[in-house]
């Protein structure tokens, strides 16, 4: 546990002075995000993107999406400039399509991008330090653009130099929460994209419960999904995260960035952070017109109590409720 106030964040060196107001620095041909912005935006990528588009996942086995090098290489190529650059990848996002889509290869492969929705400004930014800054690129990255492409690939932008700092409670929980997202989102997108819907209730119903208590082990901590409308009766939030749920319901309706909610209680440390819906999820969690009749008999047999139903994208599904020691 100790060790992990030693696992460190990524900080600014420098902090420019001469930002003006949006954290721009005008210059003759475009705008220059400042570091202190781009350490911002860097962390929205992380957050809301890493979960499909990592950039440690292996090259072919167990990945959802591309990593996040291969859009932006694909984009530089068709984008030039960083007004264009960012004004298609934000377009996208708002509406993944398979008519908008230039990825053409990684639609076949995991099916169009769901759509969910991102905290205002955070698309833009992301996109802008894409552009602009250099990104992690795995190691198979290079080879693999350059025999498609034909090319000779050198990544783009500056490197943002970075300091590193403690984590805060907040990063400790919000790490072990994505930590455990990743691993659950990538096996039931695997599911889905291998075997469809059905035999991926099938993985839910099996596996969710096994794999969170997992990487609680792992964690050394206590990692549960609650929620206020629950499939599971295990996963049934208590009072006082009931009352989380919904403060955490307004923020998301409102668009707001997210941040975790950290309540120090004696020697232990709980972390709150939302679970939100994208397309994707809908297949088993949305409205009955959007399950399919065979997934939605399944599930019923499955949970005669079932309340998690009826979502749209965007919305509070539950939450992360995350325990672990003081140190
Ligand atoms: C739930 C998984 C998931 C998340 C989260 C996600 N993506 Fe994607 N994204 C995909 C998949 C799968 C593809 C490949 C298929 C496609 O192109 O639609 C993709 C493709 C893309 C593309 C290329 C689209 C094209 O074909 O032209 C862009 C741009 C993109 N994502 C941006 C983002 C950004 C920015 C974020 C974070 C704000 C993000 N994605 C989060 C799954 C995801
Ligand atoms: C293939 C069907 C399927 C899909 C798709 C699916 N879920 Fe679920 N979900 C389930 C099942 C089944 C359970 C109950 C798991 C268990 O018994 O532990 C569940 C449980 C949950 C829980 C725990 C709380 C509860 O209600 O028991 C959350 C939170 C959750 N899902 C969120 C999501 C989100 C967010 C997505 C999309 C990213 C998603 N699910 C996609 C089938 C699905």
Not at 23 to 38: F, I, N, R
Not at 104 to 131: C, E, R, T, W
Not at 238 to 244: F, G, I, K, P
Request: proline share 4%.
């Amino acid at each position: 546990m100790k060790n992990a106030l030693f696992l460190l964040l990524l900080f600014l060196v420098f902090s420019c002075n001469q930002n003006n107001q949006n954290g721009y620095k005008e210059t003759s041909d475009h705008k220059l995000m400042t570091d202190s912005v781009a350490v911002l935006a860097k962390i929205a990528m992380e957050t809301h993107c890493y979960l499909c588009h990592s950039p440690t996942a292996a090259e072919v086995e167990g990945r959802i999406a591309p990593p996040m090098i291969a859009v932006k290489a694909k984009y530089l190529k068709h984008y030039i400039s960083q007004e264009s650059f960012t004004s298609a990848v934000v377009k996208f996002v708002e509406n993944p399509t398979s008519e908008h889509a230039i990825m053409v290869d990684a639609v076949k492969k995991h099916g169009i991008m769901p759509k969910q929705d991102f905290p205002k400004n955070s698309l833009q930014q992301i996109a802008n330090y894409m552009y602009q800054y250099q990104i992690e690129e795995p190691v198979w990255f290079a080879k693999q653009w350059e025999a498609g492409a034909r090319q000779k690939w050198l990544q783009t932008g500056r490197k943002l130099e970075v300091l590193k700092t403690e984590e805060t409670y907040a990063d400790i929980g919000l790490r072990y929460a994505l930590g455990t997202k990743k691993i659950l989102g990538k096996n039931l997108m695997g599911a889905i994209q291998k075997k469809g819907t059905l035999e991926a209730l099938d993985f839910c119903n099996m596996q969710a419960m096994p794999l969170t208590d997992s990487m609680s082990t792992h964690y050394n901590a206590r990692i549960k999904r609650v929620s206020d409308k629950n499939r599971n009766p295990n996963n049934r939030a208590n009072t006082e995260e009931l009352t989380y749920i919904s403060q955490f319901k307004k923020q998301t309706s409102e668009k707001q960035e997210i941040k975790p909610l950290v309540v120090e209680k004696e020697n232990k440390v709980h972390v709150y952070y939302p679970i939100e819906t994208n397309t994707m999820c809908l297949q088993c969690h949305g409205k009955p017109q959007a399950i399919q009749p065979k997934v939605a008999k399944q599930i019923l047999k499955l949970y005669p109590k079932d309340l998690a139903i009826g979502y749209s994208e965007s919305e509070v599904r539950g939450m992360w409720s995350i325990v672990f020691d003081k140190n």
